[in-house]
């Protein structure tokens, strides 16, 4: 078991537990499959992380910092410029706040349900007008120039931008529905590697609706306040690899717990929290069942 990993999360973490939060991403493991998120969040198992991408973690600090330049100095940056976006890094003291996907982020108690929902942003900009456009910066290394996000599982990243979106309009700003993923692409197209990374970086727009979000937050509730265990998502590779252990082993007649170390429950301080940069380029795992 690696140190990233406490399959027993201290209770109070847990729904219903003080420290609970609803953070987006939770939104989205919701979406793409209830069984995992009842799992993870009212009986306190999530699913294995992933490892850091710690290449995407590095990309994702130094555009922070380029970024935070224009922002202290209350100018454009040039990508926005090259793309006639006339809008500035947004200036507020509460930006580190807001940034701190792990513990604070943009927050928001939603009444009806008595949650309180929560995203790490990695940028606003804000236009003349003042008002406000959500950025979120990504990292990848594929053939050709990055110009829309158009495949299925670029869904999450789109309700990443919505989910923000939502949460800044709670929180009494005014927001445009245009947002940008600020995209770094890695080239492969080099004769050697020669100790560095080439990326060309584009401003892909994306017009977001957030009227999923509060229906979202009902049916999520409903969920988490229900006795009975949900469905599982239909195509999960996680649960393809379980139920593919349990054949293999009662093929050869094997038993499982004779090969498999005790998991001591343990106290844990705080939340294991899966990174971030883990979930930046690749899809979520898709979600079969074996729960
Ligand atoms: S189908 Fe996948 S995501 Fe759903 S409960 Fe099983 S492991 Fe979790």
Same mark, same amino acid.
Not at 32 to 54: M, Q, S, V
Not at 237 to 246: G, I, K, L, Q, S
């Given at each position: 078991?690696?140190?990233?990993?406490?399959?027993?999360?201290?209770?109070?973490?847990?729904?219903?537990?003080r420290?609970?939060?609803?953070?987006?991403?939770?939104i989205?493991?919701?979406?793409?499959?209830?069984?995992?998120?009842?799992?993870? =969040?009212?009986?306190?198992?999530?699913?294995?992380?992933?490892?850091?991408?710690?290449l995407?973690?590095?990309?994702?600090?130094?555009? %922070?910092?380029?970024?935070?330049?224009?922002r202290?100095?209350?100018?454009?940056?040039?990508?926005?410029?090259?793309?006639?976006?006339?809008?500035?890094?947004?200036?507020?003291?509460?930006?580190?706040?807001?940034?701190?996907?792990?513990?604070?982020?943009?927050q928001y108690?939603?009444?009806?349900?008595?949650?309180?929902?929560?995203?790490?942003?990695?940028?606003?900009? &804000?236009d003349?007008?003042?008002?406000?456009?959500?950025?979120?910066? %990504?990292?990848?290394?594929?053939?050709?120039?990055?110009?829309?996000?158009d495949?299925?599982?670029?869904?999450?990243? %789109?309700?990443?931008?919505?989910?923000? &979106?939502?949460?800044?309009?709670q929180?009494?700003? &005014?927001?445009?529905?245009?947002?940008?993923?600020?995209?770094? =692409?890695?080239?492969?197209?080099?004769?050697?590697?020669?100790?560095?990374?080439?990326?060309?970086?584009?401003?892909?727009?994306?017009?977001?609706?957030?009227?999923?979000?509060?229906?979202?937050?009902?049916?999520?509730?409903?969920?988490?306040?229900?006795?009975?265990?949900?469905?599982?998502?239909?195509?999960c590779?996680?649960?393809?690899?379980?139920?593919?252990?349990?054949e293999?082993?009662?093929?050869?007649?094997?038993v499982?717990?004779?090969?498999?170390?005790?998991?001591?429950?343990?106290?844990?301080?705080?939340?294991?929290?899966?990174?971030?940069?883990?979930?930046?380029?690749?899809?979520?795992?898709?979600?079969? &069942?074996?729960?």
């Open positions: 078991m690696s140190s990233y990993y406490k399959p027993h999360r201290n209770p109070g973490w847990n729904y219903g537990g420290e609970w939060r609803l953070s987006r991403s939770k989205d493991l919701f979406l793409e499959c209830a069984r995992c998120f009842y799992i993870d =969040n009212k009986l306190g198992t999530a699913r294995p992380p992933g490892f850091p991408f710690n995407n973690s590095a990309v994702d600090e130094l555009l %922070k910092k380029e970024f935070d330049t224009h202290a100095a209350g100018t454009q940056h040039p990508l926005a410029a090259a793309y006639g976006v006339d809008a500035v890094p947004l200036n507020d003291p509460r930006m580190d706040e807001w940034r701190d996907a792990l513990k604070r982020g943009i108690y939603h009444k009806p349900t008595g949650m309180t929902v929560r995203g790490g942003v990695d940028d606003v900009w &804000q003349k007008e003042g008002r406000l456009i959500i950025v979120d910066y %990504k990292a990848t290394s594929k053939d050709g120039k990055i110009e829309s996000l495949e299925e599982w670029h869904r999450g990243y %789109k309700r990443q931008i919505e989910v923000y &979106q939502w949460l800044f309009r929180n009494g700003f &005014q927001v445009l529905d245009l947002g940008y993923w600020v995209y770094a =692409n890695a080239s492969k197209d080099r004769a050697a590697f020669d100790g560095k990374l080439e990326f060309e970086v584009t401003l892909v727009p994306y017009v977001g609706t957030t009227d999923w979000v509060e229906p979202t937050l009902f049916e999520l509730k409903k969920c988490l306040d229900s006795k009975e265990l949900p469905p599982a998502a239909t195509d590779d996680y649960c393809t690899y379980r139920r593919a252990v349990e293999s082993l009662t093929k050869a007649g094997l499982m717990s004779s090969h498999t170390p005790t998991i001591e429950p343990q106290p844990v301080k705080k939340e294991v929290i899966r990174p971030k940069v883990a979930q930046k380029e690749e899809p979520h795992e898709a979600t079969g &069942q074996l729960f």
